[in-house]
RNA sequence: GCUCCCAUCGUCUAGCCCGGUCUAGGACAUCGCCUUUUCACGGCGGUAACAGGGGUUCGAAUCCCCUUGGGAGUACCA
């Protein structure tokens, strides 16, 4: 049997962290597998569902590098239309059947009806479940003669009075007892299905032989079971993962700040890094490894591996496994991503050799891409240091104003466009032997003449890549 | 309210299924030290957890029960 998997969002919205993570982890399964990663629409909430949302979703999906198998833009001819809105005549047929079968009836009830069942059930110390007339099948002619005349009408699924077991791969045995559920609507009676209802059909009918999704639809499960036992349809297996929670401990939400994937897309995030951490939220490496791409798990991906507690979501940790993923990056793809970054006139112009010396000495400093223009801007273009107090400081010691005369001569004297390492050392040399300057007042002076900070990456690197021009500059507004 | 799920450092987790090797391991964050100045680099190290209570057992983070806490579901939303 070859594994089927899907991923199903409602187009209400740009992708969720929550969602991308499911759909990750229903992808990786596929391909640990060899199996189908089917994507399918649940727009079946016509208030909320919009068109444009489902290719931004699908968009999203494939920056991550999440690409399905079968979808709406791939369909099999043997399990499409993927939409759940182009199948309503699909579940139209099946609960016919049910109802035939005197497995659902149509009901007439009112919302005033049904709110009054509600409270009453309360005032009883009773389940509040559904009581209307209609379930007693001696209505049920009555009921079809309503419907035949035309009558819009909603279609309840007859809750037989049984308890229910799931054997979960991620929360293990779970036991619905017989009292949790009453009578669900499983057809509104616009002629749309409501989600419990077509979400079985359409798993039965996609042959989808393993439903991974998150927790909170743990209790809806139980619904599932009885229209899959109804339909005498094989019943898939079932992983809960366990959701991704806020700092409140909440379920994650909109409230907890950036919460969909296109932000940290337009931040530009690595996709790579994101499918890294959004894997390890809630399931471990065999070998726990915390850094790795797709490719390298995909041999042992499993669904045994799933935590069964929430996990909070930490922005701490995705950066640093950002920055770890272009630490491991190669420079070459690193410079083509660089050079996609606004404001890179200066490093698109250089050589190849200043952009590999560049980039090998920023990625220890940047977290994300658009950090390298950045660090660019500050650590080589900037030519007019800001005056903080560390500077001053060392502006004040008795041998920087020397070391500054000295390396600004040496400086005007240069026509070549970039200082070389040798050169460097060789002004180093100077101030040590023939000005007596050693230590800190040798480092930090030449550092504060050369840079205009207290601080930064290791000279014999930064100097090589700063063009002249901006050294004679800095040095001048230094002098001032 | 009712039902279901969950419970190891601040956070993500390993270990739990198949009790002893756990004076509980790793990672992020944090703190300290080191590196011929500095660090937004690197190295080394520290602080920090089995929610509580009962069992079972020679022995429990690991099995059972209760309590507490947290989460989810209880719609003609998905």
Known sequence: ???????????????????????????????????????????????????????????????????????????????GPYRQSERL?????????LIEKGMAFYDFCTDEELEAMRAKAEADNLDPHYSGKWREPQHWEEAKARVAAGEKTAIRFKVPKKSYELNDKVKGKVVYPDNM?????????????????????????????HVIRGEDHLNNTVRQLMIYEALNAK???FAHVSLLIGHDRQKLSKRHGATSVNLYRNEHYLPEAMCNYLCLLGWSHPEERDIFAKEDIVNLFSLERFSASSAMYDL?????????????????????????????????????EWKNACVELLKRYAQFVPDFPKLVNELILNDDPEMTDPL?????WETTPK????????????????VTETELNGWMDHVKKEMGVKGKPLFQGVRAALTGHDHGPDLKFLIPLTPINVLKNRIAHLNK
């Open 1 to 79: 049997m070859t594994v089927r998997v899907r991923f199903a969002p409602s187009p209400t919205g740009y992708l969720h962290i929550g969602g991308a993570r499911t759909a990750l982890y229903n992808y990786l399964y596929a391909k640990a597998t060899g199996g189908t990663f089917v994507l399918r629409i649940e727009d079946t909430d016509l208030e909320r569902s919009k068109a444009e949302y489902e290719a931004l979703q699908i968009d999203d999906l494939k920056w991550m590098g999440i690409i399905h198998d079968e979808g709406p833009d791939r369909p099999n001819p043997k399990y």
């Open 235 to 237: 019943i898939p297996e």
């Open 403 to 418: 070391i500054l005369s000295f390396i600004s001569e040496e400086v005007n004297k240069f026509s070549s466009e970039f």
């Open 316 to 352: 701490e940790k995705l950066k640093w496994v950002n920055s770890e993923h272009i630490k491991k990056m190669d420079n070459a793809s690193l410079i083509t991503l660089v050079e996609k970054e606004p404001e890179t006139e200066f490093f698109r112009k250089q050589t190849p």
């Open 181 to 209: 559920v009453g009578d669900f609507v499983i057809m509104r009676s616009n002629g749309l299905p409501t989600y419990n209802y077509c979400c079985v059909i359409d798993d039965w009918l996609m042959d989808i032989t």
């Open 392 to 396: 001053k400081e060392i502006l004040s």
């Open 89 to 97: 005549d699909i579940y139209m047929k099946y609960a016919q059947e």
